[in-house]
């Protein structure tokens, strides 16, 4: 394909939730393994319910709401072990992905409160473990903090991620639905400590929320990462602080289009234009390849074709990627090829 990446070139992917990673074929048999009784018996109309569909229309609230089945679905320790094991294996099997992060939150998988969090936490770890025996892969977790949970429960879950910061979780997150309510104040002094713990901070801004709010998580929580972040382009004073405190942006093109937080390609194509003329450095990702129905050389393969970003612009977000991965030990996996190398790899493949 025109504007391609060659499939040898190992990708990272940074902004990937747990609960739209699963192939439906995989939650169907989880769900009926526990027992779980679901609003259909056909697996097609179940396929439906927990991926994105025009015919049901777009928006953001929509979005989320598809993560309701998933979530109950992947309630239980074998059922988090499973799934971790197959998104990370199988994004190796089908893009080459040799370093994966993959996001999730313990509370919404711990029944409420009927399911112990450290089993919850010790499954997924142990669904990596299982992934990194049979592949050359280098997966991490990132716990999700949520915007419409009380601080004392967030603070729990950061609590977890300290504990577990050893074996296999490498970050913090806050998710939710974005709203002038939160505060990014508020959680200051639990992010230093976070940090201070040498956990990875990445922060959900700029994407459906108000864009003030960008500005506020960068001074208040100093995110290396933000989720998201297209609104930023539409603020000078924000994409500067972006530069200049080297955040990276994490990208998910599809899904912003799927929640109509972006209009259009078109409009894309300026975002990227704005990331360049201001030095942000920004990575391609897929929020949830099996909810959204993309995989991130889908996501690299569409920007190429349209002519938004070149084959050497992919290999740059490519290597940001993995230099801005919180998996330790990153450093060590094979360099994205360079930009000349790749491209003659592309023609060859074309003729």
């Known amino acids: 394909?025109?504007?391609?990446?060659?499939?040898?070139?190992?990708?990272?992917?940074?902004?990937?939730?747990?609960?739209?990673?699963?192939?439906?074929?995989?939650?169907?048999?989880?769900?009926?393994?526990?027992?779980?009784?679901?609003?259909?018996?056909?697996?097609?109309?179940?396929?439906?319910?927990?991926?994105?569909?025009?015919?049901?229309?777009?928006?953001?609230?929509?979005?989320?709401?598809?993560?309701?089945?998933?979530?109950?679905?992947?309630?239980?320790?074998?059922?988090?072990?499973?799934?971790?094991?197959?998104?990370?294996?199988?994004?190796?099997?089908?893009?080459?992905?040799?370093?994966?992060?993959?996001?999730?939150?313990?509370?919404?998988?711990?029944?409420?409160?009927?399911?112990?969090?450290?089993?919850?936490?010790?499954?997924?770890?142990?669904?990596?473990?299982?992934?990194?025996?049979?592949?050359?892969?280098?997966?991490?977790?990132?716990?999700?903090?949520?915007?419409?949970?009380?601080?004392?429960?967030?603070?729990?879950?950061?609590?977890?991620?300290?504990?577990?910061?050893?074996?296999?979780?490498?970050?913090?997150?806050?998710?939710?639905?974005?709203?002038?309510?939160?505060?990014?104040?508020e959680y200051r002094r639990l992010f230093q400590r976070l940090r201070r713990q040498g956990l990875g901070i990445t922060v959900h801004t700029g994407e459906s929320g108000p864009i003030e709010e960008i500005a506020q998580v960068i001074e208040h929580l100093e995110p290396s990462r933000i989720g998201h972040g297209v609104k930023s382009a539409f603020d000078p004073r924000t994409m500067a602080m972006i530069r200049e405190r080297g955040i990276t942006l994490e990208i998910c093109p599809t899904s912003n289009l799927n929640t109509r937080v972006v209009s259009g390609w078109e409009e894309f194509r300026w975002i990227f234009d704005t990331f360049r003329r201001n030095g942000v450095r920004y990575t391609i990702n897929t929020d949830g390849p099996e909810m959204l129905k993309t995989y991130i050389r889908d996501e690299l393969a569409t920007l190429g074709r349209l002519g938004i970003l070149s084959v050497e612009e992919q290999l740059q977000s490519a290597e940001w990627a993995r230099q801005a991965s919180f998996v330790a030990g990153v450093s060590d996996l094979p360099l994205p090829r360079h930009a000349p190398a790749a491209r003659a790899q592309v023609e060859r493949e074309e003729a």
């Open 1 to 185: 394909m025109p504007g391609a990446l060659p499939r040898k070139v190992p990708l990272t992917e940074l902004h990937c939730h747990l609960g739209g990673a699963v192939a439906p074929a995989i939650m169907w048999g989880i769900a009926h393994s526990q027992g779980i009784r679901l609003p259909t018996k056909d697996y097609w109309e179940f396929r439906e319910m927990i991926t994105v569909s025009a015919r049901r229309g777009r928006s953001f609230d929509g979005y989320l709401e598809l993560f309701h089945w998933t979530e109950l679905i992947q309630s239980s320790p074998l059922a988090v072990e499973r799934s971790v094991y197959e998104v990370v294996g199988g994004a190796y099997r089908k893009n080459n992905v040799t370093t994966i992060e993959l996001r999730f939150n313990p509370m919404k998988r711990n029944r409420g409160g009927e399911q112990d969090l450290d089993h919850i936490i010790s499954a997924a770890i142990r669904g990596m473990d299982r992934a990194r025996l049979e592949y050359p892969v280098r997966p991490g977790l990132i716990i999700c903090l949520d915007r419409s949970f009380p601080f004392a429960l967030n603070e729990i879950m950061a609590e977890k991620a300290i504990t577990y910061r050893d074996r296999g979780v490498v970050g913090i997150d806050i998710a939710g639905p974005e709203a002038a309510t939160f505060d990014p104040s």
